[in-house]
């Protein structure tokens, strides 16, 4: 029988923290800073290009669009770059590039300007992102001990995702180009540190280098890998519900923002306490394939919330977030730390990337399909919308798992 204890040995976290050469600590740190100068920012801009500078609704639509376009459609090449490159040189174009466009975004006022800065810092963000996990993979020198470390980062990111927008709140009372200013030099800072701190030597492939189009095609032969991303891709399908689906359920039931607000506090509190001690669960009791299957289908259970408790809607809200953010500290480090398993030497980088845009598109997809779902503002979303979003979850979580759990007896047969 499973069992699960809230509290962890302080000192085996410190221990795990210490086990981590300097590079991955710092790589690990890099999740809070991130997502700090992010969320500080991003939450307000639509608000500020409709209110402040009083531009239309399509053109808000516009730049909001390409700075996730430069981002999500671009991962692939960013992580690319990263191989041939380096990850170093490109976490700290990403970080530089990153700085530069924030700052360009909370002073600009013309729209070709604006549109300059929403795509430069989504391109940041493509650059940096796949490889600045790929290089922690790379250091890590097991998979337990990659586990802890992404366990770590996802801890850490949630602490930004909580602070970010809090500090973004009182920064932009004062004024956007303010917090465009801070959120820049938060990365203007990182840039800083990787330049001191991460090793210059790190090189991403030890093997000869082959063209871009024909690692491509590789990542496209590698079956069990593309298996893994499009079961994968439902974390990205059920996690944008929190910015679309239940908004629109909170409107409906004419229940105050305040609540939408709880939704986001509680599942960032519930990564920051609970993340290491759910990792140590799944390490000594779940194991990989057991854990991505359980919190994929616990995220899309969650939704049965609005279903069963819709004459309760606080209720109902409060309950999905709680289960929905168990889910998601149980599977989502392990994506992660699985991915590795599939690439190739000197091409981390590059599958991340992929990964990491497929997720984006299916997301965007997702979107527009649930967005034509939801009807006019203030409609009650039907209930057909929450049995297919159950089903993307448990659906996805029992493939996974049967794949991961038939890959890792091939493992073990072989390596017996």
């Known amino acids: 029988m499973l069992s699960f204890k809230l509290a962890i040995p302080l000192k085996s976290v410190i221990n795990s923290w210490r086990s981590l050469s300097p590079a991955a600590r710092l790589l690990v740190t890099n999740g809070l800073a991130f997502n700090l100068g992010f969320y500080m920012m991003l939450p307000y801009l639509a608000h500020h290009l409709g209110s402040t500078l009083g531009l239309t609704g399509w053109i808000t639509g516009l730049i909001l669009g390409i700075r996730v376009f430069s981002q999500q459609g671009l991962f692939l090449l960013g992580g690319t770059l990263g191989d041939r490159l380096g990850y170093r040189p490109a976490i700290l174009g990403g970080c530089l590039i990153r700085a530069f466009g924030f700052a360009l975004l909370g002073w600009a006022d013309s729209v070709p300007v604006l549109i300059v800065a929403a795509f430069l810092t989504g391109f940041a963000g493509a650059l940096f992102t796949p490889c600045a996990q790929a290089y922690l993979a790379a250091e890590c020198r097991d998979a337990e001990q990659r586990h802890q470390a992404f366990a770590l980062h996802n801890l850490a990111s949630e602490a930004g995702m909580l602070l970010g927008p809090l500090a973004g709140l009182w920064l932009t009372n004062l004024s956007y180009a303010a917090t465009g200013c801070i959120s820049g030099s938060i990365f203007l800072l990182l840039t800083v ?144 730390v699985r991915l590795p398993h599939y690439a190739g030497d000197g091409q981390l980088g590059s599958y991340y990337g992929f990964y990491a845009s497929f997720g984006g598109c299916v997301a965007l997809l997702s979107n527009i399909v649930v967005g034509r779902m939801l009807g006019n503002v203030g409609t009650k979303p039907p209930e057909i919308l929450w049995y297919v979003l159950i089903g993307v979850g448990v659906l996805s979580g029992w493939v996974l798992y049967r794949q991961l759990l038939s890959e890792d007896k091939q493992y073990e047969s072989r390596a017996g």
């Open 193 to 336: 540190l990787q330049w001191r701190y991460l090793p210059k030597a790190v090189l991403a492939s030890k093997s000869a280098p082959i063209s871009v189009l024909t690692q491509w095609h590789s990542i496209w032969l590698n079956r069990p890998f593309l298996r893994f991303t499009l079961c994968a891709a439902a974390y990205p399908i059920l996690f944008h519900q929190l910015y679309l689906a239940i908004p629109a359920y909170i409107q409906s039931a004419h229940q105050p923002a305040s609540l939408l607000s709880s939704v986001f506090v509680i599942t960032a509190l519930i990564g920051v306490v609970l993340q290491l001690s759910v990792t140590h669960w799944v390490k000594t009791k779940l194991g990989t394939p057991r854990a991505i299957g359980i919190g994929l289908a616990c995220m899309g259970g969650s939704y049965v919330t609005m279903l069963c408790l819709a004459e309760m809607p606080v209720m109902a809200v409060t309950l999905q977030a709680v289960l929905f953010s168990f889910g998601s500290i149980l599977c989502y480090p392990l994506f992660s």
